[in-house]
């Protein structure tokens, strides 16, 4: 396949392909391992998702940092814990389908097919087509397409994560009087009073469907995160201590970034019928 002029195909590590983007909207990475969009700087702003700058670049192995794709479970997989945390799909390479230009931005289209190795961890025929244009608006959306003969059912997630100047005078809107699941210790049900701010770890579930706006005045803007065919609003940060524990991030990288992400999970995940399909997106935008 031919490249437009503004995508370049380059090899982080030998083996490792990498789409660098130079547009007039916008500069960007995307990797073909999982799909995963790395970078995104709209033109005239600082960048917008955050990379670990210890981020493990490896085949198989999941990137830290911009958008990963949890799929097709959630966390821990919910019967076999020796299953990959958040699926497969963003261990694997996917194939690129289309990429394309225009002076609006780069629009570029992955797809990610059942095979014997995908057989051996969830039993279903399927297609999962991953969509990014990269603009002055992020725009990315996973479509699942069943193959199969039989219904099944998917819990999936744009881990999306975006940096902030100080996590500490962070706010996010859009998810006051809204029940959350708290993860942290014990899995609790609580109720959102008033807009989210952050002074410990964070690791909730909220039960919303709705577009947040996240307002970080270190930096001195808004960032808006709009969400489509997803009834989960995921919101984490690490905090100290395990962050610690993360070998891929920095101890004091916490402070820097927050995850807001578009997701079906617990009683939000959705079922597909047979030949049927799945779309669940997210927008990203200063």
């Given at each position: 396949m031919s490249l437009p002029a503004s995508i370049t195909l380059s090899e982080a590590i030998p083996g490792y392909p990498t789409f660098t983007v130079n547009h007039a909207t916008c500069t960007a990475r995307v990797a073909l391992n999982g799909a995963h969009v790395m970078e995104w700087t709209p033109t005239g702003h600082s960048p917008v998702l955050y990379l670990s700058p210890e981020a493990v670049l490896e085949p198989g192995k999941p990137i830290r940092?911009?958008?990963?794709?949890?799929?097709?479970?959630?966390?821990?997989?919910?019967?076999?814990?020796?299953?990959?945390?958040?699926?497969?799909?963003?261990?694997?390479?996917?194939?690129?389908?289309e990429a394309s230009e225009s002076e609006e931005g780069v629009k570029m289209s992955f797809v990610l097919c059942s095979d014997a190795a995908t057989h051996e961890l969830w039993p279903f025929e399927f297609e999962a087509h991953l969509t990014v244009i990269l603009g002055a608006k992020l725009d990315v959306s996973l479509q699942t397409i069943n193959k199969s003969g039989s219904e099944f059912s998917?819990?999936?997630?744009?881990?999306?994560?975006?940096?902030?100047?100080?996590?500490?005078?962070?706010?996010?809107?859009?998810?006051?009087?809204?029940?959350?699941?708290?993860t942290v210790g014990e899995r609790t049900l609580r109720h959102q009073t008033g807009d989210i701010t952050f002074d410990q770890e964070v690791d909730r579930q909220y039960f919303s469907g709705g577009t947040v706006v996240v307002e970080d005045p270190a930096l001195g803007r808004k960032l808006t995160v709009e969400k489509n065919g997803s009834g989960t609003t995921v919101v984490w940060n690490p905090w100290i201590e395990k962050?610690?524990?993360?070998?891929?991030?920095?101890?004091?990288?916490?402070?820097?970034?927050?995850?807001?992400e578009a997701a079906n999970a617990g009683e939000a995940v959705v079922t597909v019928p047979p030949g049927g399909a799945h779309v669940i997106q997210t927008i990203i935008s200063l």
């Amino acid at each position: 396949m031919s490249l437009p002029a503004s995508i370049t195909l380059s090899e982080a590590i030998p083996g490792y392909p990498t789409f660098t983007v130079n547009h007039a909207t916008c500069t960007a990475r995307v990797a073909l391992n999982g799909a995963h969009v790395m970078e995104w700087t709209p033109t005239g702003h600082s960048p917008v998702l955050y990379l670990s700058p210890e981020a493990v670049l490896e085949p198989g192995k999941p990137i830290r940092g911009g958008i990963p794709v949890c799929w097709p479970w959630f966390n821990a997989h919910p019967s076999d814990a020796s299953k990959p945390m958040h699926g497969f799909a963003r261990n694997r390479p996917w194939t690129l389908m289309e990429a394309s230009e225009s002076e609006e931005g780069v629009k570029m289209s992955f797809v990610l097919c059942s095979d014997a190795a995908t057989h051996e961890l969830w039993p279903f025929e399927f297609e999962a087509h991953l969509t990014v244009i990269l603009g002055a608006k992020l725009d990315v959306s996973l479509q699942t397409i069943n193959k199969s003969g039989s219904e099944f059912s998917v819990a999936e997630a744009l881990h999306t994560y975006l940096t902030v100047g100080d996590i500490a005078q962070v706010t996010v809107k859009g998810l006051a009087e809204t029940t959350y699941l708290d993860t942290v210790g014990e899995r609790t049900l609580r109720h959102q009073t008033g807009d989210i701010t952050f002074d410990q770890e964070v690791d909730r579930q909220y039960f919303s469907g709705g577009t947040v706006v996240v307002e970080d005045p270190a930096l001195g803007r808004k960032l808006t995160v709009e969400k489509n065919g997803s009834g989960t609003t995921v919101v984490w940060n690490p905090w100290i201590e395990k962050s610690k524990r993360l070998g891929d991030l920095p101890d004091e990288a916490y402070h820097q970034f927050l995850c807001v992400e578009a997701a079906n999970a617990g009683e939000a995940v959705v079922t597909v019928p047979p030949g049927g399909a799945h779309v669940i997106q997210t927008i990203i935008s200063l």
